[in-house]
């Protein structure tokens, strides 16, 4: 049962376009939501999160959309940099409080190629 | 400057020998988590420490086990490793619970001989 899912495993952007990378979830419990970077041989770097009070959330090139009704999430990349090129996962956790701790959920990762 | 520590990167262990795997923080975070990736897959969170609490997820086998001596150090141990075990192994901390980013290390890629 998956409940954070990345429909796309991969995409192909140029360089200075927009990279727009999906996630959609299932679990209304789901309060906050992250995506992180992935490099080869390297762990998971945290890039931007959004809670489920707000529906953007922006940090220079990264901006975060949350769709609650839809159960849909995005991570807009402006302008994409070849440096930009990783595997991208996007992450929820339930509201804090109870047994959860912050327990992450997942998706399979979309791998995303930035060409010069 | 890496504040989470993971060795060895690389470990091999034949079939049914007991291994250990070390994670160490700078960042004096409470909690702890170590997670399984297998290629192409989500990471999967085995279980995590909440400063000594310790909290196991319901499907991870009963073949890992973990200690937390002390606040800096987190260790996986998988008394029996099967073939099924070969997974890259990542430890993560966060400062608390709830809306807070997991900070990860560079993970332990775990083959089985």
């Known amino acids: 049962d998956q409940q954070v899912k990345q429909n796309s495993p991969s995409l192909s952007v140029q360089e200075g376009r927009i990279s727009i990378l999906n996630c959609d979830y299932t679990n209304s419990m789901f309060d906050y939501f992250l995506w992180y970077k992935k490099y080869p041989a390297e762990g998971p770097t945290f890039l931007i999160s959004?809670?489920?009070?707000?529906d953007k959330n922006e940090d220079g090139r990264f901006t975060v959309f949350l769709n609650k009704s839809a159960k849909h999430l995005s991570l807009h990349i402006v302008p994409s940099q070849p440096g930009d090129s990783a595997v991208y996962f996007c992450?929820?956790?339930?509201?804090?409080?109870?047994?959860?701790?912050?327990?992450?959920?997942f998706g399979q990762g979309t791998i995303l190629t930035v060409h010069p | 400057d890496a504040m989470v520590i993971q060795n060895p990167r690389y470990q091999v262990t034949q079939f049914g020998k007991p291994v250990t795997l070390s994670c160490s923080q700078t960042l004096n975070h409470n909690v702890m988590y170590w997670y399984q990736q297998k290629s192409s897959q989500a990471p999967k969170l085995l279980f995590h420490y909440y400063d000594k609490d310790f909290n196991n997820e319901a499907d991870t086998p009963d073949n890992f086990q973990s200690r937390r001596p002390n606040t800096s150090f987190c260790f996986l141990d998988i008394r029996s490793p099967g073939l099924g075990d070969a997974a890259m192994y990542l430890c993560?901390?966060?400062?608390?619970?709830?809306?807070?980013?997991?900070?990860f290390g560079d993970g332990t890629r775990l083959s089985i001989l």
């Open positions: 992450a929820a956790s339930p509201r804090p409080g109870g047994t959860s701790y912050g327990k992450l959920t």
């Open positions: 959004i809670s489920s009070i707000k």
């Open positions: 993560a901390t966060s400062r608390d619970s709830g809306w807070e980013p997991q900070h």
